[in-house]
């Protein structure tokens, strides 16, 4: 079997194109979340926090001046920007926390399989019961 013809088998298969296809959908939602944090969750945990921008919080590694916007910050420097860690963290939690949501769902409507009738007794086991069974006669 030459190699292409290998690789053609190996990704025709259908966990290869499912993983794919949750891939690229996980991707698109992964952006969707973004925005619901960023453009939604974040204005409003600012607002609560006095009006603070969570993703220009940082320290200069590199003696930058304090209250620079982040971008300018690094194009001084090295900078430790806390604040876009605390914002990518929120991200990861919103995300997961919705992951759980939709499959907890998925498992809602699953229907659940009813349970496979126990297996015949092996034919040994048949014929000790007939003896025991004649034994008590």
Partial sequence: MSFFSEFKE??????????????IIGGAFGKIVDSIVG???????????GGL????????LAGQAA???LAEAKKAGA?????????????????????????????RLKKDEPAAPPAPPAEDIVLLREIRDALKK
């Fill in 39 to 49: 453009d939604l969750i974040m204005p409003i945990v600012s607002k609560l926090f």
């Fill in 10 to 23: 190996f990704a025709v298969k259908g966990n290869v194109i499912d993983l794919a296809v949750g891939v």
């Fill in 67 to 69: 209250g620079l916007p």
């Fill in 79 to 107: 900078v430790f920007a806390y604040g876009n860690f605390i914002t990518v963290a929120l991200n990861f939690a919103i995300l997961a926390f919705i992951i759980f949501l939709m499959i907890k769902q998925i498992n």
């Fill in 53 to 60: 921008d969570f993703s220009n919080y940082y320290v200069g």
